[in-house]
């Protein structure tokens, strides 16, 4: 998904990176694309706001451009929709109640699918990249990108040359962050899994798979990772 955020109270403080000296940028709202990387939003413990998360073919609805003209990067909210944005946050700040921001937020993003130039942003998306993305999402990464392929009658190059050009990663890379967000969903559980069998629920070939993907995705290995991640409890 391509996430957005909309502070409901004090500036966002983002970092590309996670504990790996990237540079801190503060922003009022924030919209990113895909990522091969974590993104860190650093905070005294305290943050209220509206997390959007919308799929490539949403945010083109909404932004009204492939979602790879956003891959890898974090932009201001009103940067994509321009007087709309600036009043979608100064609504959902204004409201008392999550009901009048929920009812705001709705209104605003069908607004900004409506005003979307050339007609349905969606239909100008290559029927064969929605239905690759659907299957990859479906398995949560656990598929054949060449199956795939030829399943849908294109070849694999053809394939990855047009899905990185609407969504911003490769096919391959999607299904290695699909497998990754599986992993970190079993791991972070309050009953977490051992790693060797996060590894295999997951798709992974090993442990040592899944070490070297965490790594890279994260910047920290997976034990490292769990030690310094904050689970937030209800109750």
């Known amino acids: 998904m391509l996430t ?16 790996d000296g990237s540079p801190v940028t503060r922003f009022s709202s924030v919209a990113g694309g895909l990522m091969r990387r974590s993104v860190a939003i650093h905070h005294d413990g305290c943050q209220e706001g509206v997390k959007v998360s919308l799929t490539p073919l949403g945010a083109r609805a909404v ?5 790879a003209d956003l891959a890898h990067r974090l932009v201001p909210l009103d940067e994509l929709l321009g007087a709309l944005g600036v009043e979608l946050v100064d609504r959902l700040r204004a409201a008392t109640t999550w009901t009048a921001r929920f009812a705001a937020l709705d209104e605003l993003l069908l607004r900004a699918v409506g005003r979307s130039a050339g007609g349905d942003p969606v239909s100008r998306v290559r029927p064969e990249v929605a239905e690759a993305w659907r299957r ?11 199956r795939v392929a030829a399943e849908l009658g294109w070849s694999r190059r053809y394939l990855t040359d047009r899905f990185r050009g609407e969504v911003g990663l ?3 890379t999607f299904a290695r ?16 899994l051992p790693w060797a069998d996060v590894a295999t629920v997951s798709g992974y070939a090993d442990q ?12 920290r290995s997976p034990t490292a990772w769990r030690r310094g991640e904050v689970l937030l409890g209800t109750g």
Do not use: C, N
């Not at 932004?63 to 979602?67: I, R």
């Not at 990859?136 to 060449?146: E, K, M, T």
């Not at 962050?177 to 977490?192: G, I, Q, W």
């Not at 899944?210 to 995705?217: A, N, Q, Y």
């Open 4 to 19: 957005a955020v909309i502070s409901l109270s004090g500036p966002l403080d983002v970092a590309a990176g996670v504990d």
């Open 63 to 67: 932004y009204d451009m492939p979602a």
């Open 136 to 146: 990859l999402l479906a398995a949560r990464g656990r598929v054949q990108v060449g």
């Open 170 to 172: 490769s096919p391959k």
């Open 177 to 192: 962050v699909l497998r990754f967000e599986h992993a970190h969903e079993l791991a972070t559980r309050h009953d977490p």
């Open 208 to 219: 040592a798979h899944l070490v070297r993907d965490w790594s890279e995705f994260t910047g």
